[in-house]
Every structure is written in C-alpha cells, then in structure tokens.
C-alpha cells in the first residue's frame, strides 16, 4: 500500500433522496444510467448495506453530521434545526476545523437555507456556499413538461443548463480545488440536491429514457403490508387507476433522469480532483440522506422504514487502495463521521454508536451488527437477510430480504428467525438511545 501524508484531505459529497442504485441498475427492466459513480466503485469500497438513521432530511443529515442518533438528538422532522438541539462545536466538522483543518461547504448538506454566524463559524473556515435554481415551480427559464410526478419539467435552452442547482454546486467544487493550495489540508462539503423532487432537468437528460419501457415487477401486483403511521404521509400515495396507466413509467423516467444529471456533475467533479495536486492525498466519502419509493405500495416518497428508503449509497475511495470492493456487512451513517475523524488522525466521537469504517477498506471484517433506522419511536432493524420494524404500539413487520426484497407480506413472530432479530432490534434500539418494552411484540 502506497504511503500517505498522515493528514489527508477530505471531501463529503452528499446526494438527495437517493437510493442504494446497484439496486436499480435494471429492476424495472430501463437501465437506470450511472456511469461516474459505476467508475468511483471501480477504485472505492462500496458498502451497499448501508442505513441512515432517520428516514426524512433533516434528521439523518444531523445524525451523520453529529454522530448522534434521532434518539439522542430528538430530532424527528425538518422543522427542527440542528443548532436548536446540537452544539455546533460537538459535531465532527468542528473537531477537523479545531485540528487545523481548512472547512469550507458548498450546497445541501444541512437541511435548510443558511444558518446562524455563530454556527457557521464553528463548523467552517469561509461562508458556507449557497445556490440559486430552486425557486417555486414551474421554472423560469425556458421548459416544458413531461409528465409524471412533479409534472416532470425539463430545461429546453442549453444556455440555462448552468443554472441548475446541482451544476452550481459542482462547479463551485471544482474551482475550489484547482484554487485550493494551503498548507493545511482542507475538508470540503459538497451538497447536490437531485435526485430529490421536483427533478428539473436539462431536457436531453429526460429524453434518455423512454417511459414506455419501465415495467413494474410481478411482486408488486400481490397485496403488501401497509406502513402504521400514515398520518401526514398522504401525499406520498398516488392512485394508479385515476393517475393513468403512463403516470409510473413518467415518474420513475424523472427520477432516473434526475439521477442520471446527478451522476454527470459527480463526473465533473471527480474529474477535477483527480486532475488537481489533491488527487493522491484526498479521502473521498458519498453518501445520500435516505432512500426513496419508486412506486412501491403505490407510493412515492420517504418517511418508512421499508428497506428502499433506508438503505443507501455509501461509497468510500481511499486513494491510497487501487482495489474495488464490495461490503455488504450492514453498516449505519453514523459511521461516516467516526471514518473521517480515524483518517484525519483524531479521537473518534464520544456516545456514538457508530465506529470507523477504514477496516473494511483495509481488508479486514468487524462484528455483525444490527443497523436501527428510527422515525420517532417507530424503529427498524436490518440483520443478515432479514428485516424487522417494530412501530410504536409494539405491532411487527418481519421480511426475508432474499425471498421478498419489496417486503410486502410479512412472515410473522412465530418464524424461526424472528426472536433472534428482535432481540437484536432491542440491542440496537438502547445502544442508539430508545428503550423499548421488552414485552412479547404484536406480529402482523
């Protein structure tokens, strides 16, 4: 293994509403198209069993940027910032920032629009970056509709192109590492927003999927467990029947299409770096917030704990080792901050449940864990093949993820497997902050 300045420097790319996409290369028979994140696995360790900690923007970003759970933090939904409930100078960015670290942000990382001085000066060296291209519907700019959920808007005027959100958060990225030459060595956040609504794209972006060719999978036409806290998600469903036999196959082509502009700023971006006098000596980590449903239980959206939207892309790339790998070990986001702390040299957080992941780069193996994914005092667990969410009036949801990875029909507390896993949800649950009554749980 090549040798390595000890203090290397770090870039966090974050995506949107992302899901795990190794999933979906072909599900619904349209390849979705990925290529710059298909070439970063390529010299990175994927960790494809990965899980965020809440289900909804605000939460998981605090989570995977504090190190504590929903449970510690007691943030449950986007209207709660941060620096209402976390000291800024606790979380990780801060801990780089104090150790020498040059911080600097561009885009969506925290939920919301700015924050207070005193909180950007804790957490950064410059003024965090802000961009423009998210303002009400529909654009300004030339466009026209294409259907689907969130109407499907798409830029038809090249020279609008810039103005996306995504293609200014790339592009303030790249400047900042060609200019980039202090001594110190620098941590800098970059936050795309696509694949999150409402997938405004540049219209050659739509037209690389025909609609027409996306085929829901035959499990989907089987009766599925509902979610037992829909208060407040109605409009995440949508009616197949009064929507229109094209309205799914438009949906999902704007969320592919979404992901695939993504992708091309990432490429932009990656690119850049690895062109620049930072390419040997920067640790790269992307990740999303959560996952989405792509039409599943005739739905699109978040806030579950079902497997599509708990589960997402982490991507870790250590220049310094040239081989791919592949981890499908369960891991949390909470072991995000705990990896950049081990790189960069320095203790890792305190009352986190989270630990680094540079073993697993390294080539070695840690424990099984079981990885808890909260929404209030609803949590769910993955461990080993299997699936378990137990809400809060103790009713269960059981899944082989193998034999129904859509976790539509639950198998019930008496499978042989379910005390094992539950026992395990109870483990997690305490270690992440709740604890649960021990009591014989409802199975549905």
């Not at 005739?298 to 790339?317: C, D, M, S």
């Not at 667990?381 to 034999?403: M, P, S």
Request: net charge negative.
């Amino acid at each position: 293994m090549a040798s390595r300045p000890p203090r290397p420097n770090i870039l966090l790319i974050s995506f949107d509403d992302a899901v795990a996409f190794w999933k979906y290369r072909d599900v619904f028979g349209e390849e979705l198209k990925t290529p710059n994140l298909d070439r970063i696995c390529e010299r990175s360790t994927a960790f494809q069993a990965a899980y965020c900690q809440s289900p909804v923007c605000g939460p998981s970003r605090t989570s995977f940027m504090s190190g504590q759970s929903p449970q510690q933090s007691q943030i449950f939904e986007n209207k709660t910032r941060f620096f209402d409930k976390i000291e800024p100078s606790t979380m990780w960015p801060h801990k780089l920032k104090d150790a020498g670290y040059f911080c600097s942000a561009g885009g969506k990382v925290h939920h919301g629009r700015g924050f207070p001085e005193e909180v950007s000066e804790a957490l950064y060296s410059d003024r965090p970056k802000q961009f423009g291209g998210l303002g009400g519907m529909p654009p300004k700019q030339p466009h026209v509709r294409t259907g689907g959920w969130r109407k499907g808007f798409a830029l038809t005027d090249e020279k609008d192109f810039d103005a996306l959100y995504d293609t200014q958060a790339a592009t303030s990225a790249i400047n900042f590492l060609q200019s980039y030459d202090a001594e110190e060595p620098f941590y800098r956040e970059i936050g795309f927003h696509s694949p999150h609504g409402p997938f405004v794209t540049p219209l050659p972006h739509k037209k690389a999927y025909d609609h027409r060719k996306f085929k829901k999978p035959a499990a989907w036409d089987e009766a599925y467990d509902p979610c037992l806290y829909e208060k407040g998600k109605e409009n995440e469903a949508f009616d197949p029947e009064k929507q229109g036999a094209s309205f799914w196959g438009k949906s999902v082509r704007n969320y592919y299409s979404a992901y695939t502009y993504v992708d091309e700023q990432l490429g932009r971006v990656w690119d850049a770096l690895k062109a620049s006098r930072h390419a040997d000596n920067t640790i790269v980590v992307i990740l999303s917030d959560h996952g989405f449903h792509l039409g599943e239980r005739n739905r699109f959206g978040k806030t579950t704990l079902w497997e599509q939207v708990a589960n997402v892309p982490l991507i870790v790339h250590d220049p310094s080792i040239k081989d791919a790998a592949v981890v499908n070990d369960p891991v949390p986001l909470l072991d995000v901050g705990q990896t950049l702390l081990d790189y960069a040299g320095l203790p890792p957080l305190e009352n986190c449940a989270g630990s680094s992941l540079r073993p697993y780069l390294e080539g070695a193996r840690t424990p099984e864990r079981a990885v808890p994914t909260f929404h209030y005092n609803n949590v769910a667990v993955r461990k080993g093949q299997y699936r378990l969410i137990r809400y809060a009036g103790g009713e269960t949801q059981f899944y082989d993820l193998n034999q129904d990875p859509w976790q539509y029909k639950s198998l019930g507390s008496d499978h042989p497997a379910f005390q094992d896993v539950y026992a395990a949800l109870l483990k997690a649950s305490e270690e992440y902050g709740l604890t649960l009554d021990e009591t014989a749980p409802t199975g549905t």
